[in-house]
């Protein structure tokens, strides 16, 4: 049974930060690419974030880029997703999701297409604001 669950969400001032979790089951992170995305109400779901299995290649849209990092360890089956620096803009519930893949993945074009993910968390609401 293949199953993602994010955590780590809540309600935090601009400028501070959340780590995000998305604990895996059901298959290995090793042979896997992970998508972090959101979607803020009344908009539609946008890539953030991609970590590639094989070889750890990440990708980063523009507007968390130098702000978000994503990881992943492998022993614990758990990518997270660092987010400093937040913005209310980034206020959204957020998604893991994740594709089995043996080798390396096109992370950014992966990100720009969430199709590309097969199996999908239930979210976990970011609210930033002051």
């Known amino acids: 049974q293949v199953q993602l669950v994010e955590s780590g969400g809540g309600l935090v001032q601009p400028g501070g930060s959340l780590r995000l979790s998305c604990a895996a089951s059901?298959?290995?992170?090793?042979?896997?690419?992970i998508g972090w995305f959101r979607q803020a109400p009344g908009k539609e779901r946008e890539g953030v974030s991609c970590?590639?299995?094989?070889?750890?290649?990440?990708y980063y849209v523009e507007f968390v880029k130098g702000r978000f990092t994503i990881s992943r360890d492998n022993a614990k089956n758990t990518v997270y997703l660092q987010m400093n620096s937040l913005k209310p803009e980034d206020t959204a519930v957020y998604y893991c999701?994740?594709?089995?893949?043996?080798?390396?993945?096109?992370?950014?074009?992966?990100?720009?297409?969430?199709?590309?993910?097969?199996?999908w968390g239930q979210g976990t609401q970011v609210t930033v604001s002051s």
């Open positions: 999701a994740a594709v089995w893949s043996p080798s390396p993945v096109p992370c950014r074009s992966y990100v720009a297409n969430s199709k590309s993910f097969e199996y």
């Open positions: 059901g298959f290995t992170l090793d042979y896997s690419a």
């Open positions: 970590i590639s299995s094989s070889v750890g290649r990440t």
